[in-house]
């Protein structure tokens, strides 16, 4: 499964923070992780191709069946089962057993069910996103894979993924999102930011919300939920997919003790003190500092944000830490450690 997300997507052990004019401001090598993890890098991969990857690894379990077009309209429990009610474009059906775990995406019908609220607050700006194979090291010879960067009036971000980059502005004031997708407005814009009318947008092209919320429980009796079900947070820092596939480890973790009769349902509630915790002090601060950092109007608190990441970036031991943090190992230990 790791060989699969590797061969699909673009190692990526570099990443920056950068100003729109003055280019590099700090440059983080996460190679200095090595002692840590065996896997010290960014692995530049899409959803889609993650879900590939997934599909072939349960197709080899016996014991898993996948089910393509049924959708979730609710789910109950009693004492001793939980059900997921799911509809098809022909009957509504009910599947029943002991647990179940919801990670059914932002508008999760699970959380609706067991009446958990996301607490927290959505951006007023959007953001605005372009695929494109037109090569940006071209127009950026010292663009790292991974760039933030920073301008009070068009910040951006910029992935490079196996077979293009992805590029995501802030939005316009004013600017509806059907004409922000439009081809004549992507391409003046990629053409405006990278100096070239070479830039075109042959790719997708989405506009979306920014939200930074999380839910007020994670688990109720035999349903628990996970991923963006439970937490959605801003993009700045790839941690949305990441977190949740983290959630989804540790709740396998705690269901395979109760499975075996080595745990009793009150791991559940580990699950949620451990996960919630994760996306409360490790997430969210984190998406806020990036965040802060290519948004930021303020001319005086620009200057500042810049000065402070120059001088983490520049101190080995400073550095050693942020990359522990924004590479989430930090949190992710500091969190398993909780009874």
């Not at 004013?174 to 004549?184: I, K």
């Amino acid at each position: 499964m790791v060989d699969k997300v590797l061969d699909d997507g673009r190692v990526t052990p570099i990443w920056q923070f950068r100003d729109r004019k003055e280019g590099v401001i700090a440059e983080f090598d996460l190679s200095a992780l090595k002692d840590e993890t065996k896997y010290p890098y960014r692995v530049q991969c899409e959803q889609m191709e993650l879900n590939r990857a997934l599909y072939a690894a349960l197709g080899d379990m016996p014991n898993v069946e996948i089910l393509f077009g049924h959708e979730a309209v609710s789910a109950l429990q009693d004492a001793d089962t939980a059900t997921v009610v799911a509809k098809t474009a022909e009957v509504e059906q009910k599947f029943t057993g002991r647990y179940v775990f919801g990670a059914d995406g932002a508008r999760s019908v699970i959380r609706r069910a067991l009446g958990v609220k996301l607490d927290g607050f959505t951006y007023d700006e959007k953001v605005v996103q372009y695929g494109t194979t037109f090569d940006v090291s071209a127009a950026m010879p010292d663009i790292a894979g991974v760039s933030y960067i920073s301008d009070p009036d068009e910040w951006c971000v910029i992935l490079h993924l196996p077979d293009y980059w992805r590029v995501t502005f802030s939005s316009r004031d004013g600017e509806p999102d059907d004409v922000a997708v439009r081809d004549d407005i992507a391409e003046a814009r990629m053409a405006a930011f990278f100096g070239t009318s070479g830039a075109t947008v042959a790719l997708h092209r989405n506009v979306w919300s920014i939200h930074q919320r999380v839910g007020d429980n994670f688990r109720e009796g035999r349903i628990a939920i996970g991923g963006d079900a439970a937490h959605i947070n801003s993009p700045m820092g790839g941690m949305g997919m990441n977190s949740g596939v983290h959630d989804a480890v540790n709740y396998a973790e705690k269901m395979g003790r109760i499975w075996r009769g080595e745990g009793e349902d009150e791991l559940l509630d580990q699950y949620t003190r451990q996960r919630r915790h994760v996306a409360l002090e490790d997430v969210r601060l984190q998406t806020f500092r990036n965040t802060k950092f290519i948004a930021e109007k303020d001319p005086e608190a620009r200057r500042a944000s810049q000065i402070e990441m120059r001088t983490i970036a520049d101190d080995p031991k400073a550095a050693y830490g942020f990359m522990m943090g924004s590479s989430m190992l930090a949190g992710l230990r500091a969190a398993n450690a909780l009874d």
